[in-house]
């Protein structure tokens, strides 16, 4: 293995936000697990390593009570919805669309100053015309 190259280059989580109090666990953890790492001092590249994919899917069973993890990953990184195309060329999206949200995370260079942020939402009402928060 290229000492260059990450150890893994996706992750992938559905369904994994249960318990308020482990929402902030996870998302340090998954900040520790997108950042870009240091170049290996003996090494004769200084290139860096690229960042891992992470996708996370939710379904919108609870989102009132999932909103706040969304919000507070917004901090970190950018919540990207991902293309209809990108679910398995729309045949899964066509049957789940409303149901079922996908969407890229991509690690901030900086952490916003606020705790959260609106992404999770402004995305949501872009991909459904419907406030679903009030």
């Not at 790492?37 to 379904?59: H, M, W, Y």
């Not at 990207?80 to 995370?105: A, I, S």
Request: proline share 6%; hydrophobic share 40%; net charge negative.
């Amino acid at each position: 293995m290229d000492s260059e190259e990450p150890v893994f280059d996706l992750i992938y989580a559905s369904d994994v936000v249960y318990f308020p109090h482990l929402f902030e666990p996870l998302i340090q953890t998954l900040v520790i697990l997108c950042t870009h790492p240091e170049p290996i001092n003996n090494s004769t590249s200084k290139r860096r390593r690229k960042q891992p994919e992470l996708l996370l899917t939710c379904r919108m069973r609870e989102l009132l009570k999932e909103h706040p993890f969304y919000a507070k990953l917004g901090k970190y990184f950018h919540l990207v919805p991902l293309d209809d195309c990108e679910w398995d060329n729309g045949v899964f999206w066509e049957k789940y669309r409303g149901e079922y949200v996908m969407f890229r995370c991509v690690l901030r260079e900086v952490a916003l100053e606020s705790e959260e942020s609106d992404d999770f939402e402004i995305m949501l009402q872009g991909m459904m015309d419907v406030d679903l928060f009030s």
